[in-house]
Nanobody, 122 residues
Framework: QVQLVESGGGLVQAGGSLKLSCAAS????????MGWYRQAPGKQRELVAQ???????TYADSVKGRFTISRDNAKNTVYLQMNSLKPEDTAIYYC????????????????WGQGTQVTVSS
């Protein structure tokens, strides 16, 4: 199994910055995609940003130019630097990865973290 532990959420004023981290651990054989999703109250979970194993990023239009995703493959960790935060960025942010394990080396599964709250005040 793969466990994801997020950190870095909190309360920040509009225009401020936060950096989220997510470390993957467990019986990991390989990690493909890593990413961040978010879910605001009353809304569906949406993709924020994701990054491939060779560090090619993709962003939601709403965060382009403000958020930067990166990863450290040696540490199985993905980061999300969030700048110029807006109240509409308020949500629970979930880390996500697609990985194989030593018990299933050719079958990719998707794993989720528990989520970390990001609140942006106006």
């Amino acid at each position: 199994q793969v466990q994801l532990v997020e950190s870095g959420g909190g309360l920040v004023q509009a225009g401020g910055s936060l950096k989220l981290s997510c470390a993957a651990s467990g019986s990991i054989f390989s990690i493909n995609m890593m990413g961040w999703y978010r879910q605001a109250p009353g809304k569906q979970r949406e993709l924020v940003a994701q990054i491939t194993s060779n560090s090619i990023p993709t962003y939601a239009d709403s965060v382009k130019g403000r958020f930067t995703i990166s990863r450290d493959n040696a540490k199985n960790t993905v980061y999300l630097q969030m700048n110029s935060l807006k109240p509409e960025d308020t949500a629970i942010y979930y880390c996500n990865t697609v990985a194989t394990t030593y018990s299933s080396r050719t079958y990719y599964s998707r794993y989720w973290g528990q989520g970390t709250q990001v609140t942006v005040s106006s």
